[in-house]
Every structure is written in C-alpha cells, then in structure tokens.
C-alpha cells in the first residue's frame, strides 16, 4: 500500500538556519507529492506541490524536489523564520484515488 | 471568497452523549472528508463522500457517522461519546476531477470527552 515517512520532530533551529525535513514514500505509479503546513491553532494548508518526476514546488522561500529514483521529497528552506514555526505534512496522492496518504508530521520550532 | 468552516471550534461533552460536529464549505467540492488529529498519530481518516448521498467509511470509522444530503455539508456525529474519541477533528474538502487533488481544510474542532 501507499505510505509516507517523515523525520520525527521536534526539529529545533536558530532563525536564518538552514532547514531539511526528510520525506519518503511508498506508492505505486507515479502519485502527487504535497507539503501542507499546520500553523499553532489552524487546519492544514498546502505549502507546496510536485506531480511528476524531477518536478520542484515552491512557495513562501521552501522548496522540494520530486526525486522518483531515491522516492523522495524533501522540504527545504534556506533560511528560516521564526513565523516557520509550525507542523509539516509531507502528503501523497495517487492517481486514480481522491484520498490522500499523509505523514505523520514534523514539528519545527524556530526560536529567535 | 471561498471557504470552508466548522462548528462547534470547542466542545467539551460527557461520555455517552450524542454530539456533532458541523462542516461546511463554499467551494462546490465534492469530495469531503473528516479527519482525527491525535499527538503520535498523525491525521486519521474517519469517513468521507464523493458526492451527495455517498459515505464510506475510513481507517477509524467506529463510533462514528456522517451524512450527505447536500454538496456543502458533512456533519459528523459521534453516537455515543467516548473519552477516546477526545481529539481535534479536522474536515477538508477537494475538487472531484482536479488534477492534483489539493485538499482545503477547516480550522478544526476540539473535542473533549470527560
């Protein structure tokens, strides 16, 4: 079956550090990849995206790269803030499902 | 602008009452679902809908229900409430043909079951 692995957090950084959060998968094909973001007290909301092989999503400063060879997609950011700060779901989705396979998410706490 | 919103956003119940929780959105979607947020467990699948008058169940479907008489709406009910059942449920929506399949969410709701 589908599944996602990210590095279990917390992850804790100086502002301007810089920032990788791991995420594997598992499917079969060639799914959509996602990054949502949960800020304190919110619902998730998509960060980033990727749908086919060698794809780079980016927004707000994060990137990440669709690496089909290593099943992979790993967020990054050059330089983080502490506004960053906040729960990070790397999510699936395969074609011909509507439902996504998400992570378990990886908290980042980014202090002054 | 469209969105997506829950209620109640706090709600606290005794074990064996009936409680429901309230989603709506403006999107037009078609495709909701209802998610369980629990420390160590990620995001939980509860139900969901394809459309109107579908509902099929999720990974933690047990001692939970929905219904969908309209596009916009997808109230979750939990029959008898349970102290496992205490959580922060969150209910997204997406396009049924979009390409990605992008899902939006509420603001969640918290639930505690005493």
């Known amino acids: 079956g589908n599944s996602v692995t990210q590095m279990e957090g917390p992850v804790t950084l100086s502002e301007e550090a810089f920032l990788t959060i791991n995420c594997t998968y598992t499917?079969?094909?060639?799914?959509?990849l996602f990054w949502y973001v949960q800020y304190p007290g919110e619902g998730l909301q998509l960060l980033l995206k990727?749908?086919?092989?060698?794809d780079k999503g980016s927004n707000k400063g994060f990137e990440a790269t669709y690496r089909k060879e290593t099943t992979s997609f790993h967020l990054e950011k050059g330089s983080v803030q502490v506004s960053d700060s906040a729960v990070y779901f790397c999510a699936l989705r395969r074609g011909g499902s509507y439902i996504p396979t998400f992570g378990r998410g990886t908290s980042l706490i980014v202090h002054p | 602008d469209a969105e997506i919103t829950q209620s109640p956003r706090h709600k606290i119940t005794e074990t064996g009452r009936q409680v429901t929780l309230a989603c709506h959105q403006t999107w037009n979607h078609n495709n909701m679902f209802w998610y369980r947020q629990d420390l160590g467990h990620g995001l939980r699948l509860i139900h969901y809908s394809y459309g109107v008058h579908d509902t099929n169940k999720g990974e933690v479907s047990d001692g939970y229900s929905v219904s969908r008489s309209n596009t916009e709406d997808l109230p979750l009910t939990l029959e008898s409430a349970a102290s496992s059942q205490t959580s922060v449920y969150f209910c997204a929506s997406s396009e049924h043909y979009s390409n990605t399949g992008e899902l939006f969410f509420g603001e969640g709701s918290r639930l505690t079951v005493l």
């Open positions: 499917a079969t094909g060639y799914p959509s």
């Open positions: 990727a749908t086919k092989a060698d």
